[in-house]
Structures are given as structure tokens and as C-alpha cells.
């Protein structure tokens, strides 16, 4: 009798036990479902959107060139162009246009320009004559396409027209075509694991997607989860799908699994689930210090990045540039303002050339822009006398050695002064070198200051004070860099009355200049 009521009792505490360690397994199954579940989702959905911003980005920059296009000015000059001698500056007009407002995008690589007679020039890309032509054919008709999608010499584009008006008619149009692979790659980047449908939309039609399975977007939309939305004003919709219904298998499944199982493996599951739960800890630890590191890593390198960037031109200088042209905008000087932002252009690519040496009669022509923007910004005070010698044509220097003196003399030599402000700067061709002399007619020296500096300049480890004196030091530094010794620099007192510099070099011939 009491061996059955302790068989009885090892029964109940059994059943009891086997019951508690069901339902904790349920109970944990579900949680840790859930969990996973939401996890899951708001993944899907965070990479959806990343994907979305990405390529409404790029899609909304690329509309935002061609609506400026179809109403830029020179362009509908360029269509309607028939002298030939005006249509090529008019060109490179807009081709520095399209440059500078898509400085960081490497998306829309095809633009072309078509007029009323279906004859077209190509601004951008390497699109045969031969398939411009056929483009030609296909925005002909009277309603231009809203979109293209267009396979020309073994590739596939996408892109999209846009009239450009004159007068209410249409005397043009302006292309811009995107390679179908190059929006694959960045649907591949955002979908490394596959799990990710995505597609691109236009007047109900997908165009392309990564997946030749286009049905799944027609599938019950209970058993996906689709995310989409309209890139800016373009015809293009974006779709993201993802399957929102495989937890619900998955349930099922687990759970006659669980029920199969728990009688036999009660112990074994609650082990598991423990080492499980710890494993899951375990690796969210390792993602968020790996997160960390990523976090760290590119804060470093923003960093590097924004201090690579000061150094090539000086922020303080782009703002005080900007506001001038606010400032003749307001005043209706509108020549005068598109030249000195067309100069800051300029400035801006100079300075993110990666290229060291640069021709000299470029060198030449920036320096021209740069008195042009310094002169709007001290009212005119700054009269300078360029004297290059023709013979220097071909011919390379080192770029940005002549800017900072020319900065040294408005900052400092010219500081207490209003007006009758005179650079003179001259470059020759001598026999064994190249000179350049910088003068200028500001409050120049003392003799016992210039010693001092000449001294220190020329000392085997120079160590000078003052922002002046340490663009001198750069200078010198970088004519030591670049020729070993060759290249020479000397202060002296000017003529005029100031400060004169005299940079030499030697005669070397070079295809220096910035990159188109």
C-alpha cells in the first residue's frame, strides 16, 4: 500500500512537474516567438526604408537635374540654337551645371538633350550616337512616355523624360537613364541574405526587380509584408515585400513538436531553453559590441574625413563667399553673382582634386576666380596685375602655392586699409626655372621682422608664429616636398612698398589640372 501511494505520489509530482515544465515551454516558446516575430518585422521594415531613402535619393536627385535642365535657361538656348560657334560653350555651360549638382551621385551616369528636330547632345555618359538615335524615335511621339525602360547595346536603362518648354511649346526634352545593374547593386547591398522582394513601379507596370518571381507581388497581401512609396514627383513607385506569414507555420509546426516531445525530453527542453536563452544573450552582446565598434569606427573616419576636407578649403571661406552672393542676389546683381558662384565652383572642385601638380595657366585662372570672390567681399579695394609668360603653357606647379600669399597680403598687409590695395604677380619662363614673384604695396615690415623671418625660414628645423608666417612655412615645405631642395622661396621688401615673394621652381612639364 505505501509503495503504491508513493508510485501514485511519484506519479502526481511527475505529471505536475511534466506539466509545469509544458507549460514554462509553451509559455517560454511563445514569448521568445514573439519576440523574434516582432524583431523580424521591424527589421524588415527598418531595411525597407533604408532601401527606399536610398534609392528615392537617388531617383529625386536625378528628377531634380532634369526639371532644372528643362528650365534652365542655357539649355533652352542649346535647342534652339543654330549658330554652331555658340552651341559648344552653351554646353560646357551646362555640363558644369549638372557637375556641381551631382557632385556625390554616380546613379544617373546618361543625360542627353534632344530638340524639336530629334537632334540631340549627349552632356553626360558613353551611349552611342547609334542609340541616341533610337531614343529619339521613342520621344518623338506628340505625349512624351512618362518613363523609359529601354535595352540599348546589351543593357538595360531606366529613366524618364522631361519637356522642356518655351513658350508653352514643347521644344525639347531632356533624358536621364540610370543602368538597370547599378539599381540592382543597391538592392543587393540592402538584401545580402535574400530574404527581401524588391521592385520598382511605374504606371502600375514593375519595371525591374531582384527577383524574376514578379508574381509574388501579386500574392494575397495578408501572407506578405509590403512596403511602398512614390519617389518624389518621378513615375516611379518603389516596392519592398517581405513574408509576413511564416511565423504562422512556424507555430504550428513547433508546437506538435513540442507536444511529441515534451513528455519524453521535459528535462532535456528546459536545458536547452536555459542554454538557448543564454546563447541568444550571448550573441546580442556580441552584436552590440560589434555595433559599437562600427559606431566608433565611422565617427573616426567622419572625422578624418571632415578634417581632409577643412584642409582642402576653409569653411569659414565658403560661408562669407555664400553670403556675398545672398547679397547681390538681393541687390539684383544677377551677372555679378553667377559669376562669383560659378567662381566658388570652381574653388570648391579645385579643392577636392586629388591631383597634386596642376597646369600653371589653370593655376592662373583659379587665382582669378579667387580675386574675384575676395574683391566682392571687400567691396572692390583690390586692384591685382596678372603678368604670365606665355611660354608657360604646359608647364606644371604645385596647386594652392600661390593662393595663400595672395591671402596673406588681403588678411594682413591690406588690414588698415580701405582702398588703393595693388598685387602685382608675375610668372616667367628663365633659363633653368620657373619665377614667380608675389608683391604688394600693404604695411609690409619691419627690416628687423623680415630677418627674423628669413632666418627662421631658412633654419634646418624652422618653427615660426603667426598664421602669415606659417603659410610661408607650408610653402616652403612643399617646394622642399615636391623638388627635393630645387625649389626655392625668398622674402624680401617690395617696391611697391610691402611684402614681395619669390617662389622658383624648376621647369616641369606635366598634364596637372582638374578633373572634368
Avoid at 516567438?33 to 534609392?55: D, P, W, Y
Avoid at 509546426?253 to 507536444?259: P, Q, T, Y
Avoid at 563667399?321 to 562669383?340: D, P
Amino acid at each position: 500500500m505505501i509503495k503504491k501511494n508513493t508510485k501514485d505520489r511519484i506519479w502526481v509530482i511527475s505529471f505536475v512537474l511534466f506539466a509545469i515544465i509544458l507549460a514554462i515551454w509553451i509559455i517560454f516558446y511563445f514569448i521568445i516567438s514573439s519576440h523574434i516575430a516582432g524583431n523580424t518585422k521591424s527589421q524588415m521594415t527598418l531595411a525597407a526604408n533604408q532601401i527606399i531613402e536610398r534609392l528615392g535619393g537617388e531617383f529625386s536627385q536625378a528628377e531634380s537635374v532634369a526639371y532644372g535642365l528643362a528650365r534652365n535657361e542655357n539649355v533652352k538656348e542649346l535647342v534652339t540654337q543654330e549658330d554652331i560657334s555658340l552651341f559648344y560653350p552653351l554646353a560646357e555651360k551646362i555640363t558644369n551645371s549638372i557637375h556641381t549638382s551631382m557632385i556625390n551621385s554616380g546613379f544617373a551616369e546618361n543625360i542627353i538633350i534632344y530638340n524639336g528636330d530629334n537632334k540631340y547632345y549627349r552632356l553626360l555618359g558613353k551611349i552611342s550616337n547609334k542609340s541616341c538615335s533610337h531614343l529619339a524615335s521613342i520621344i518623338s511621339t506628340a505625349q512624351l512616355p512618362s518613363h523609359l525602360g529601354v535595352e540599348l547595346e546589351g543593357h538595360k536603362y531606366i529613366g524618364y523624360v522631361d519637356s522642356i518648354p518655351i513658350d508653352s511649346d514643347k521644344a525639347g526634352a531632356a533624358v536621364i537613364l540610370a543602368e538597370e545593374e547599378k539599381i540592382l547593386e543597391i538592392m543587393r547591398a540592402y538584401d545580402q541574405a535574400g530574404a527581401l522582394l524588391i521592385a520598382i513601379k511605374a504606371n502600375e507596370e514593375i519595371i525591374t526587380a531582384n527577383t524574376d518571381k514578379i508574381d509574388v507581388f501579386l500574392a494575397d497581401s495578408s501572407k506578405r509584408l509590403v512596403i511602398s512609396s512614390r519617389l518624389g514627383i518621378t513615375p516611379f513607385e518603389i516596392l519592398v515585400s517581405a513574408d509576413a506569414g511564416y511565423m504562422n507555420a512556424s507555430v504550428v509546426f513547433f508546437s506538435i513538436v513540442a507536444f511529441i516531445t515534451a513528455a519524453v525530453f521535459g528535462f532535456v527542453l528546459i536545458q536547452y531553453s536555459g542554454m538557448l536563452n543564454r546563447r541568444f544573450l550571448l550573441q546580442d552582446n556580441e552584436i552590440k559590441s560589434a555595433q559599437l565598434r562600427a559606431k566608433t569606427a565611422e565617427i573616426e573616419r567622419q572625422k578624418a574625413l571632415v578634417f581632409s576636407l577643412k584642409k582642402q578649403i576653409n569653411a569659414h571661406f565658403t560661408i562669407n563667399t555664400l553670403n556675398a552672393i545672398r547679397i547681390l542676389v538681393e541687390q539684383e546683381e544677377l551677372e555679378k553673382s553667377t559669376n562669383v558662384a560659378l567662381g566658388l565652383t570652381s574653388l570648391i572642385r579645385y579643392a577636392y582634386d586629388k591631383d597634386e601638380l596642376i597646369d600653371i595657366w589653370e593655376e592662373y585662372n583659379i587665382l582669378e576666380d579667387y580675386v574675384l570672390i575676395m574683391n566682392t567681399r571687400y567691396d572692390d579695394k583690390l586692384e591685382v596685375d596678372f603678368d604670365f609668360d606665355g611660354h608657360l603653357m604646359g608647364y606644371s606647379m604645385p596647386r594652392m602655392l600661390l593662393q595663400p600669399i595672395i591671402e596673406n597680403a588681403v588678411m594682413h598687409g591690406f588690414k588698415e586699409m580701405d582702398s588703393n590695395c595693388f598685387i602685382s604677380i608675375k610668372a616667367k619662363l628663365c633659363n633653368d626655372f620657373i619665377e614667380f614673384i608675389i608683391s604688394d604695396n600693404g604695411a609690409g615690415m619691419m627690416q628687423e621682422e623680415l630677418t627674423a623671418l628669413c632666418d627662421k625660414l631658412d633654419a634646418p628645423f624652422p618653427e615660426v608664429q603667426g598664421y602669415e608666417n606659417i603659410a610661408l612655412l607650408n610653402i616652403k615645405n612643399r617646394l622642399h616636398h615636391y623638388y627635393e631642395g630645387a625649389g626655392q622661396l625668398r622674402v624680401n621688401h617690395s617696391e611697391l612698398g610691402g611684402i614681395a615673394v619669390t617662389i622658383t621652381i624648376p621647369p616641369v612639364a606635366g598634364s596637372g589640372g582638374q578633373n572634368e
